[in-house]
């Protein structure tokens, strides 16, 4: 029975438990304390790359070396990793195969802004798991996604690019957009230095809305429709069945390319979501997994893109396309990428994460059940989240009001400080090859003591 008596969680008693949390995690982290206030005297906020101060500690968690699923911090505690850097490390940290093909390759030279050897291999090995022929790559999906928009506005001669509200393709500026209550694309209230309106080049529309879809591409003026097989970053919204489906067709109908990103949707099997659902997209994109966490991205696409693509090239006058970085398709880049197409992200191996994911799906399921709660578990293949409403949510607006960020942060401490890591974003998982049985039973007896804890 879901409790509906409004104490569970009872606001007191969180945050009593969090303050309590916040003293443990500082008592017993002392050399990562000690480690951020050294790193507040020469970085940005005082830390590297400042998306790495989201997490809700007091001070950073710093990592001292990540194997499989295990963390072990500054302190020498070891941490089962859920989180695996939010998708980067998805099929664990350093899998053997790609460390030694890194360290072969990284005695042979770094980058030279030429093929390598193992160009054709991997090649063969793209278009035999993602199941689209033409290839190319870059240093991350941010990258790929900015440049497929940039292909598909040259072949097209259109200037729009459609997106779902609640979307994440990386720091793409043309992504950066909201929804408003009226329909209107609006440029991201949080984008900063944002100097142009971004309605100009993008239209924005709710997720699962097959009818909305339609309606903006009827005007013509659309290049493509970019999106992930379900929104990963506003909570997870899978899709409704059918409605990628029809999304294609209406594609094919009005004459704009599909853009599947699956950078996060990889978890769903092996090929990712598209391929395991049997969508034919134009173009597909996919990073942070896909060379093992080393800085690398790819995007794929059909013959006939490939004819387009050349043909726009071709009839544009000799400089820099805007597509494309030196350091793309490194020879470091490949080692990895070969390593960990051919040996790691195989059908076997997701067999075993599926499999674990299920299994923590179901144990999280009884442990909600159990203490009442209007939660829910949302599954993606490896990937799932603990989201704070009684069904798994259709759009952003519904994800976004599910969330409740005092909840979220607490629990997030809570597992930390008992040795789990999960996301510091709306309490995402991610299942490894190496994440074992125990591991599940550790986590979800850690959920189910927190909600005795905060349930009156």
């Known amino acids: 029975m879901i409790r509906t008596d409004g104490h569970c969680p009872d606001r007191a008693r969180l945050a009593a438990l969090h303050a309590a949390e916040l003293t443990r995690y500082v008592e017993t982290h002392p050399r990562s304390v000690a480690l951020a206030a050294e790193d507040a005297r020469h970085y940005l906020f005082g ?18 070396h990540a194997l499989g699923n295990r963390l072990v911090d ?3 505690h070891e941490i089962v990793d859920f989180c695996l850097g939010d998708t980067g490390a998805m099929f664990g940290h350093s899998p053997e195969p790609v460390a030694q093909a890194i360290a072969r390759q990284a005695a042979q030279g770094l980058t030279a802004m030429l093929p390598s050897v193992r160009s054709a291999e991997v090649g063969r090995l793209l278009a035999h798991t993602f199941g689209l022929p033409r290839w190319q790559m870059t ?69 699962n809305d097959a009818a909305a879809v339609r309606a903006a591409l009827a005007r013509g003026d659309v290049a493509c429709v970019l999106t992930e097989p379900a929104l990963t970053n506003c909570g997870l919204v899978p899709a409704r069945p059918g409605f ?44 942070k997994a896909v060379a093992g966490g080393l800085p690398c991205a790819v995007y794929g696409f059909t013959e006939a ?11 544009a006058p000799d400089g820099h396309s805007g597509i494309g970085t030196t350091l793309s398709a490194n020879l470091l880049a490949l080692a990895a990428l070969q390593a960990q197409l051919a040996e790691v992200m195989t059908p076997a191996v997701y067999a075993g994460m599926l499999a674990h994911a299920a299994l923590l799906e179901q144990r999280l399921d009884e442990v909600i059940a159990a203490a009442g709660v209007p939660w829910t578990v949302t599954r993606l293949g490896a990937r799932m989240e603990l989201q704070f409403c009684a069904v798994t949510p259709a759009d952003a607006a519904a994800a976004r009001a599910a969330m409740n960020a005092p ?50």
């Open 305 to 315: 893109v490939d004819a387009r693509m050349q043909a726009a090239k071709r009839a």
């Open 47 to 64: 830390v590297p790359m400042h998306w790495m101060r989201d997490w809700p500690t007091p001070a950073t968690l710093h990592v001292e």
């Open 139 to 207: 240093l991350s999906a941010s990258d790929a996604n900015r440049f497929v928009i940039r292909w598909a506005r040259a072949i097209t001669g259109r200037p729009k690019v459609l997106v779902f509200d609640g979307c994440y393709h990386g720091t793409v500026d043309d992504t950066l957009v909201d929804r408003a209550g009226d329909g209107r694309t609006l440029t991201r209230a949080s984008l900063l230095g944002q100097v142009h309106d971004l309605a100009l080049g993008t239209v924005v529309v709710p997720f």
């Open 407 to 456: 909840l979220e942060q607490a629990l997030h401490l809570y597992l930390l400080n008992r040795g789990l890591l999960v996301t510091p974003f709306h309490n995402m998982l991610l299942v490894a090859p190496q994440t074992g049985a125990s591991d599940i039973e550790r986590l979800v007896g850690a959920v189910g003591a927190f909600l005795s804890e905060v349930c009156a």
């Open 74 to 76: 500054a302190d020498g």
């Open 244 to 287: 990628l489906e029809d999304v294609q067709r209406a594609c094919a109908e009005h004459g704009c390319l599909l853009v599947l990103d699956e950078t996060h949707t990889i978890s769903s099997g092996w090929g990712g979501q598209g391929r395991q659902q049997g969508l034919q997209p134009d173009v597909i994109v996919v990073g």
